[in-house]
């Protein structure tokens, strides 16, 4: 990817992913990597007394595996800042395919690094209905264009 300076960040434009279906293994290596066996996600029986009737992925593997779809080109310019308003607004089960969707929400100055500047990128991963699973806004920091680098077309 050639380099993207904060200059070069327009409100509105979008990214989407390929898609990426979660399974079983998913789940478990994500449980033993956080150490998170609660039993939503680890306990196939006791689930059927539940509202979903299944297992459901852990929101954190949710997070990781959008932001990880979003992330296929690097900007040698930015980095991330960090990520607000994450909400998991649906359960995701095994099986489910889930495809990211990045949208250019908010470019603002960096009131601490006047070198930099705060792109906002509205994060959403759909599962293959269509429906929305998780929402975040992603904060890079991103330096401006040098006065002495000419603007790309």
């Known amino acids: 990817m050639k380099a993207q300076f904060f200059e070069d960040y327009v409100v509105g434009v979008q990214r989407t992913s390929t898609?990426?279906?979660?399974?079983?293994?998913?789940?478990?290596?994500?449980?033993?990597?956080?150490?998170?066996?609660?039993?939503?996600?680890?306990?196939?029986?006791?689930?059927?007394?539940?509202?979903?009737?299944?297992?459901?992925?852990?929101?954190?593997?949710?997070?990781?595996?959008?932001?990880?779809?979003?992330?296929?080109?690097?900007?040698?310019?930015?980095?991330?800042?960090?990520?607000?308003?994450?909400?998991?607004?649906?359960?995701?089960?095994?099986?489910?395919?889930?495809?990211?969707h990045c949208t250019v929400k908010d470019r603002r100055d960096d009131p601490k690094r006047p070198a930099f500047g705060v792109v906002v990128e509205l994060v959403e991963s759909l599962n293959q209905r269509g429906e929305t699973v998780l929402a975040a806004e992603h904060l890079l920091l991103v330096k401006r264009r040098p006065l002495s680098t000419p603007t790309t077309s």
């Open 19 to 100: 898609g990426r279906t979660i399974t079983d293994a998913d789940i478990v290596l994500h449980a033993g990597q956080t150490g998170d066996f609660y039993p939503h996600h680890m306990d196939a029986e006791w689930c059927k007394t539940q509202d979903f009737k299944q297992r459901i992925a852990h929101g954190t593997l949710v997070f990781s595996v959008a932001i990880g779809q979003t992330a296929g080109e690097i900007n040698p310019e930015a980095f991330s800042y960090g990520y607000d308003r994450v909400r998991f607004i649906r359960p995701v089960f095994i099986g489910d395919t889930l495809t990211s």
